[in-house]
């Protein structure tokens, strides 16, 4: 038979109070059923580890390294309990949360805050990928949500609508577009655009191309293999114009104009949903879904 924990709690409780009858008190067990324990213990050790007397119990030298060591491994099992436990409720473990879209500002970026400051001891991994990577993650169980725009249903994929973000034509401030009051897609119908081909760029190049093409012609949509900001330093160079959301503005660009898009019904926007398997049971996932929809209520 093994050392177990419990007679480890019983030696150093004996050995801070000095006392077999006040360890017991303090640990709420029998004196009898204490005193045999660490009997026990000490057969298991061939080590004595008290001298007994009327006046109580006293560690010996050869005690004291043992009671030092054994205060440490309880120690060490506490924590591995508490550990677990804050797993097991999602105070601690890990959650990869993917998105497409900039973390700039906007609604993704106030909620990946406010999840990092209450959670503050899981492990948060962000994916920035674009759709078809996300939902391969969401698959394969690297990401545990995804932020993305609505419209993407898999099998043993839960969503649900979260928010959506109004959309940007982005133009050099001397573009001739630059100082209109309210911008309508059909003001675009001759610009030449360039997008990112990961993230959100070929979704805002569905979405041009949906809103412009007419009698079978397309808008010119250029895809870079690049990022959204140096996508934006394109604009800036006064050669194309882009798309984006208001997410895209937490960084100021002095030589671009971001200007609102219309639709005949009202401002353009773009509808975000939350994807996450239905099997998922990561209880950080749990916590993150119960903020968002809070924060988010749809």
């Not at 150093?12 to 045999?36: P, W």
Request: charged share 25%; net charge neutral; aromatic share 8%.
């Amino acid at each position: 038979m093994g050392i177990e924990i419990h007679q480890l709690r019983y030696a150093v409780a004996t050995a801070d109070a000095k006392s077999f009858s006040r360890a017991a008190v303090v640990l709420n067990v029998k004196q009898i059923t204490l005193s045999r324990k660490v009997q026990q213990l000490e057969d298991r050790l061939g080590v004595k580890l008290f001298e007994r007397s009327t006046r109580g119990a006293e560690i010996t030298e050869n005690g004291r390294p043992f009671i030092e060591q054994a205060r440490r491994i309880i120690t060490d099992v506490d924590n591995l309990r508490t550990t677990a436990r804050n797993v097991s409720y999602g105070l601690h473990g890990r959650i990869a949360v993917g998105y497409c879209s900039p973390l700039m500002a906007g609604n993704l970026r106030l909620a990946i805050s406010d999840y990092l400051t209450k959670f503050e001891d899981v492990q948060f991994d962000g994916v920035e990928a674009g759709i078809e990577k996300l939902f391969h993650g969401l698959h394969s169980h690297t990401i545990d949500v995804a932020i993305a725009p609505i419209g993407f249903g898999e099998d043993g994929v839960a969503s649900r609508r979260i928010w959506s973000e109004r959309l940007y034509a982005v133009l050099p401030n001397d573009h001739a577009l630059a100082g209109k009051e309210q911008l309508y897609w059909q003001d675009l119908r001759r610009e030449v655009f360039v997008v990112p081909s990961g993230g959100l760029g070929p979704i805002f190049g569905n979405l041009i191309a949906a809103r412009l093409t007419e009698q079978g012609k397309r808008p010119n949509i250029i895809l870079q293999a690049t990022s959204l900001e140096s996508v934006l330093s394109m604009v800036a160079a006064r050669r194309y114009i882009s798309i984006a959301t208001e997410a895209s503005q937490g960084i100021a660009w002095t030589d671009l104009r971001f200007l609102e898009i219309h639709d005949p019904t009202g401002p353009a926007r773009l509808e975000y949903g939350l994807y996450c398997r239905a099997d998922n049971d990561n209880p950080a996932l749990q916590h993150f879904v119960k903020l968002i929809e809070e924060r988010y209520p749809g």
